[in-house]
């Protein structure tokens, strides 16, 4: 069985600063893992994915994200945060085997940036 | 252009009553689904389809029916037996074969008063 664990639930940082949203996955076969950004009452929206290709994975809107195998990790990060960047996030993994793709979805990080 | 269109947005009932929520996609995939979003709870899978006239339980479908008649529409219906209903429904759609990422669209959310 495949899940995503999503440390802290709301993660608060000034414009400017670093941002970082942490991921830990747990599957038994090679996962496609993602990141999707939600604004206040709208769907997600994907802002990159790792497929087994590079292991650092570059994104939309300046985010980025490393796939660490020997950590079942995949945090997201960007080196200075926006006002534009408060939303809520949300890490998911799938199983690379299926035809169909069923994601399983992570609990979802609240950020917020301060002036 | 291309996308998924939820309906209603909004939508209000009444304890007891069933709604219907539409999901419309023009992308050509194959694949539908529906997620449940519960605040600090993540989503959750309702019901999928990977093809016309079949679809299967997700991990919550248990007062939720769903039907697939035509490649491009997955309506969802919340019936009374969903003892909690009140909740951001979100429609998805990917294609076979690729990476998997999901399309979503923007949402309905359902509050039963």
């Known amino acids: 069985a495949q899940s995503v664990t999503q440390l802290g639930s709301h993660v608060s940082v000034s414009e400017g600063a670093l941002v970082l949203l942490r991921c830990n996955y747990s599957s038994s076969v090679p996962p496609y893992l993602f990141w999707y950004v939600q604004y206040p009452n709208q769907g997600l929206q994907l802002l990159l994915k790792?497929?087994?290709?590079?292991?650092l994975v570059k994104g939309i809107n300046g985010f980025e994200a490393e796939f660490k195998k020997s950590e079942t990790s995949f945090h997201l990060t960007k080196p200075s945060a926006h006002m534009s960047d408060a939303a809520e996030y949300f890490c998911a993994v799938s199983d690379r085997r299926r035809r169909y793709n069923k994601l399983i979805f992570g609990a979802g990080t609240r950020l917020a940036v301060h002036p | 252009d291309g996308g998924i269109t939820q309906s209603p947005k909004y939508l209000f009932r009444k304890e007891g009553q069933n709604v219907t929520l539409s999901c419309e996609q023009n992308l050509n995939h194959d694949a539908m689904y529906w997620y449940r979003q519960d605040p600090g709870q993540g989503l959750r899978l309702i019901y999928y389809s990977q093809i016309v006239n079949d679809f299967q339980k997700g991990d919550i479908a248990e007062g939720y029916s769903v039907s697939r008649e035509k490649k491009e529409s997955f309506p969802l219906t919340v019936t009374s037996a969903q003892k909690n209903p009140t909740a951001f429904y979100l429609c998805?759609?990917?294609?076979?074969?690729?990476?998997?990422?999901?399309?979503f669209g923007e949402g309905s959310r359902l509050t039963v008063l």
């Open positions: 998805a759609s990917s294609l076979p074969g690729t990476t998997g990422e999901l399309f």
């Open positions: 790792y497929t087994s290709a590079a292991t």
